[in-house]
């Protein structure tokens, strides 16, 4: 109240000089003039354009960026899919990104082990790509011996997922996997 | 879609405040149905009676589109004379064979057509005689065989058709006789829908549709997740046509897809049976019919885009394989492995079990709470030398080995699994920039707003980079099998410590350039057949259009109609259009239908077509156009065939070829229903669909079998607004989990009381997979049918949970069989069978028993029968008396609903929702 007091003019008076529909600054009391909204662009450090990564509606996303992390997420009014709107789950973006269960370093569990250890990330490339060389070369499959038509392929390694990654990476996967003669790559599509 | 896409819902409220009327057609009560005009409470499994039969309404009513039927479908050509429908033949059609359970297929053909059998066609059974294989050629998917586009039906100057439609045995007749027997009467006995409601819904979809007004259908896995998922689609494919809903703004038939990019590895597909842009993947064949020409004569049809597929094909090829794609090495085509059937996920799990595959990939999906009877998949990934799981959380496809199930039961030991596990943590899509595809074909670019943490990486850095390593460590080798990988294009620019490759420049790649200069191409129709360009993926050629990433667009609509399409937002394939087939929306001389519905049409004075959107043919093309002899791709289509990617430019009301199933859709019931097939009493599911018989995928018994009592109601899975798909995103975040923390399943008060279940407590659900529990939601929501003089019974169960994160519990999963649509290899999820008990499953070692009981009860033959009672709880059911710690009893369902005392449901008719309407409980939602 004392601080709605030391405003020069009374709300009506404000509403007659400076704010017609009564929505702006007639309404104001020193507390409300004073709150900022918390996905204000000067809170955050930046504001990245993004997609929804739940559902294939594609809703624009504006995650908002301080100090290298995404504090808050809104949806993008420019957007002609969302007009600004995200469900439940598309609203939960800054928790699934910033998640404490979210698991950040590589676990590796050895043949008939009771436990995860710690495995380093360079090892661990190291060794799945020793196991598809092993894997493939071990089952690879030349031809069928009925009518002798070429098959060149392993059917030893699989793939599974794909529908929510981004198409540059299933093209690569793909692309490495059809080289290396898997068939066997899968993802949602059929589930 | 209020409950699963709700965003996109925004878009039907949108035309429902214009004057729209909203159907839903769901047997729950959902979310969307509250704001719908009408709910048609249908019984699971009868989408095809339902559809079928408006499609009698509008054959037998003179309700059809006349000018565009005529045009722009396949009504007038002749079907062969050996065809015969399956009404003549107690519910199969014409060429089936029953002791492979395949179709021969020549009999559909159209009269007249060249039946030449594309590679691993179903006329060719390439691998039947194969002891190493032991795959038949008939369980080839229809996009297998095909692409995407059909057969090719030969010289159309060969057909034969009747332009008045009066033919016998021209299509438009041939589709009205066979839809003759889905009348109302069958929609309310096997559908449990009324015939004044039918009539309502029947009369609004033909009055809406026409010159001045087009109907729209929305379908989503509720479709898809049946034996007979493909007829469905093909069954509003149809209506659609008859109505002229297709090619025209408002119309259509939109698949609403779950995953953000779904519809993008769809389209670059990691799946087994396709390559880059529908291409088929090459079948086996012998020597001399494997290299590029055969595969090209086999896939590349004279009319329609298609008749381009070897332009797309080599250019493919260039992108792959660089300077080593030459035509004296027929652009690296036999670097391609061939495929020999179904090697799909299943098939691939079932090898798992067979030592056949002893590596496996999962990157983002969650197969042991996601696929059909996920027990098959932990059992199979047991039995695996390694796994590589890369994910945000820790998942339960990760951790089997150590808590799965079937830990608790005993049935593994952690110890005596001797699986290898790597857990790759992989970076969010705010971590990464790249492309989504979205459920209508928009490319939307996502720009990186943090980096990942410690050993966060994206799948493309992962890939690029296990890539390079394999390369390193096979450089030196000198095998001809290690060539496609040495010689693969595979040095993309890296930035940053961690050397993340561009994604910029693999969506240029799959773009498309030139391969002189290196300079980006305009779109598919740059792409040339002798090696000079290079695209990883035809119909994404234009999205790096000048050298810009289109995809990164944002400009947004500011032309003050919410109906403009904004252009400049994205970029939607192919070429940016957005609305396909949509000479369509013209009439053959070019004019739009009426001024209400235009979209483009023929500029006489510029001699061009123009309009809102681009066409999806040359836009000079006259309409009046008519094709010489040896007129190739496009150009051998005439100016009023808008179907361009068909090899005749016709909408498809009956397919000569392309399924597995049939010409045309005929009702069957699911696998497992609780109802016999009033429609073709002699075939009771659909007797092509694809079983897994084994000892763990056992179903259960038939209507018409003694033991069907003991699996006596019909379950369906469902998804919620709270939770997604498998649930690694949802439920290890803290609200989310909070709101949808525990499975539950959707039961009537009429089934409640039968089974004495009681609101908010746990039930056990049995089939002769396993057993899982869930808490009870005794709810209007879902309403029994009375069918065949019976009551059936219908359960709703979310699919989400699993034994892992925040929200636990059993996944719905386990429950189901795996039993496939043949063409699509997708399992039915929607449809199964189980009992329902109260109480808490039995746990540990006591559960297998448990089920085992009732699978004795369900019997092989010879084995007394012994059925449960009505109202009683069956004596295995011992595990109801173990102690319940205090603090989950007092748990609290996501939200309660009181409902009222149970209902006469003498009627199937349901009372109309209106605004004068007032639900007699509270959706759990706003209680909540």
Known sequence: MGKTRRRRLPPLLRQLTDDPTGRGVAAQSGRSAAIRPRNAKDTADKVVDSVCPYCAVGCGQKLYVKDEKVVHVEGDPDSPVSRGRLCPRGSSTPSLINSPTRVTTVRYRPPNATEWQDLDLDTAVDMIADRVIDTRRRTWQDRRHSDNAMLRRTLGFAHLGGATLDNEENYLLKKLFSAAGAVAIENQARI | ?928
């Open chain 2, 1 to 928: 879609m209020a409950e699963c896409h709700p965003v996109g819902f925004q878009w039907v409220m949108e035309a429902k405040e214009r004057g729209a009327k909203v159907f839903h057609v769901d047997p729950r009560f959902t979310r969307t149905s509250a704001v719908a005009d009408e709910h048609l409470g249908i019984r699971v499994g009868t989408d095809i009676v339902f559809l079928g039969a408006l499609i009698n309404h509008v054959l037998q009513n003179g309700l059809e589109f006349r000018e565009y039927v005529e045009n722009y479908t396949n009504a007038a050509t002749l079907v062969r004379e050996d065809f015969v429908d399956a009404d003549d033949l107690g519910g199969v059609f014409s060429g089936w064979d029953p002791e492979s359970g395949t179709y021969d297929q020549q009999s559909w053909g159209y009269d007249g057509m060249d039946v030449r059998a594309p590679a691993g066609s179903p006329f060719k059974k390439d691998a039947v005689d194969d002891p190493q294989e032991g795959d038949d050629a008939q369980t080839s998917s229809g996009e297998q065989s095909h692409g995407a586009h059909g057969a090719d039906v030969g010289d159309p100057d060969e057909l034969k058709t009747d332009p008045t439609l009066q033919h016998p045995r021209c299509v438009f007749q041939v589709l009205k006789r066979h839809f003759a027997r889905y009348t109302p009467d069958m929609v309310e006995r096997v559908c449990g829908i009324g015939p004044d409601q039918f009539a309502r819904i029947a009369d609004a979809i033909t009055e809406n549709s026409g010159r001045e007004k087009t109907t729209c259908f929305i379908y989503s896995v509720g479709w898809t997740h049946h034996t007979t998922g493909t007829q469905y689609i093909r069954a509003a494919s149809i209506l659609q046509l008859l109505l002229g809903n297709m090619g025209r703004p408002g119309g259509g038939i939109m698949a609403l897809r779950g995953h953000a990019s779904i519809q993008g590895s769809t389209d670059i597909p990691t799946l087994y049976n396709l390559l880059p842009g529908y291409l088929p993947m090459p079948s086996a064949a012998p020597p001399g019919e494997d290299d590029l020409a055969a595969y090209i004569e086999s896939n590349e049809p004279e009319g329609g885009f298609w008749g381009n597929a070897r332009d797309y094909t080599v250019s493919l090829m260039k992108a792959w394989w660089g300077e080593h794609a030459t035509a004296a090495n027929d652009y690296g085509f036999g670097y391609l492995p061939r495929i020999t059937g179904d090697h799909s996920i299943y098939p691939t799990i079932m090898g798992m079990h067979e030592g056949e595959v002893e590596g496996f990939f999962v990157m983002g999906e969650n197969p042991t709470v996601g696929s059909a009877n996920s027990k098959l998949h932990r059992m199979g990934m047991a039995n695996l030398k390694w796994l590589v799981v890369r994910d945000l959380q820790m998942i339960e496809s990760a951790t089997f080995w150590k808590d799965g199930p079937e830990i608790e039961t005993g049935e593994l030991r952690t110890e005596e699994i001797g699986t290898e596990v790597f857990f790759l943590p992989a970076a969010t899509h705010a971590e990464k920039s790249g492309t989504f595809t979205n459920t209508h074909r928009l490319l939307q670019w996502r720009h990186q707003a943090v980096e990942p943490p410690d050993d966060c990486r994206s799948e493309l850095h992962f890939t690029y980079h296990l890539g390079k390593r394999i390369r390193e460590k096979l450089a030196a080798s000198t095998d001809e099998r290690d060539r496609p990988l040495l010689e693969l294009t595979w040095d993309y620019p890296t930035h940053g410590p961690t050397e993340d490759p561009s994604g910029e420049a693999v969506l240029k790649e799959i773009s498309g350039y030139t391969v002189a200069d290196g300079k980006a191409v305009g779109g598919y129709r740059e792409l040339k057949d002798d090696g000079t360009t290079a695209s990883g993926c035809w119909i994404y050629s234009g999205s790096y259009a000048d050298e810009v990433n289109q995809t990164a667009r944002r400009t947004p609509n500011t032309t003050g109609d919410i109906a403009s399409p904004a252009p400049e937002w994205g970029w939607a394939w192919p070429l940016n259009r957005r609305v396909l087939y949509n000479r369509a929306s013209a009439d053959p001389a070019g004019k739009p239908w009426s001024e209400r519905k235009k979209l483009i049409w023929w500029d006489e004075e510029q001699e061009r077509w123009t309009g809102l959107d681009i066409p999806d043919f040359a836009g000079d093309m006259r309409p009046d156009y008519v094709p010489e002899k040896g007129a190739k791709a496009e150009w051998a289509l005439r100016g009023d065939d808008p179907f361009v990617m068909q090899a005749d430019g016709k909408g498809w009301l009956y397919a000569p070829s392309g399924l597995l199933d049939g010409p045309m859709p005929n009702h069957y019931e699911p696998h497992e229903s609780t109802a016999q097939n009033l429609v073709h009493p002699g075939v009771q599911a659909s007797p092509t669909r694809q079983i897994e018989e084994r000892e763990d995928n056992r179903s259960n018994p038939e209507p018409t079998e003694d033991g069907h009592a003991v699996y006596p109601f019909q379950v369906m899975t469902f998804r919620i607004a709270e939770h997604h798909t498998a649930g690694g995103m949802s439920r290890f975040l803290p609200h989310m989990a909070e709101l949808a923390p525990d499975p539950y399943a959707e039961v009537s008060p009429e089934l409640a009381e039968l089974r004495g279940l009681q609101h908010g407590e746990w039930a056990t659900l049995v089939s002769a997979r396993t057993a899982i529990e869930a808490r009870v939601m005794v709810t209007d929501r879902i309403r029994p049918h009375v069918i065949g003089g019976r009551q059936v019974h219908t359960i709703g169960l979310p699919y989400h949970w699993g034994p892992n994160g925040l929200a636990v519990g059993d996944s719905a999963n386990d429950l189901l069989p795996i039993v496939m649509d043949r063409n699509t290899h997708i399992s039915e999820f929607k449809a199964s069978t189980c009992d329902i008990v109260p109480g808490r499953r039995p746990r540990g070692a006591d559960l297998e028993p448990f089920v085992q009981a009732y699978r004795d009860r369900a019997g092989s033959p010879g084995r007394p029968i012994t059925p449960v009672e009505p109202g009683r709880t069956p004596e295995h059911h011992g595990a109801d008396q173990r102690p319940i710690p205090p603090e989950e009893l007092d748990r609290p369902l996501a939200g309660t609903d009181p409902h009222g005392p149970p209902k006469d449901y003498g009627t199937t008719e349901h009372p109309p929702l209106g605004r004068g309407r007032e639900p007699d409980w509270t959706p759990p939602e706003e209680s909540a």
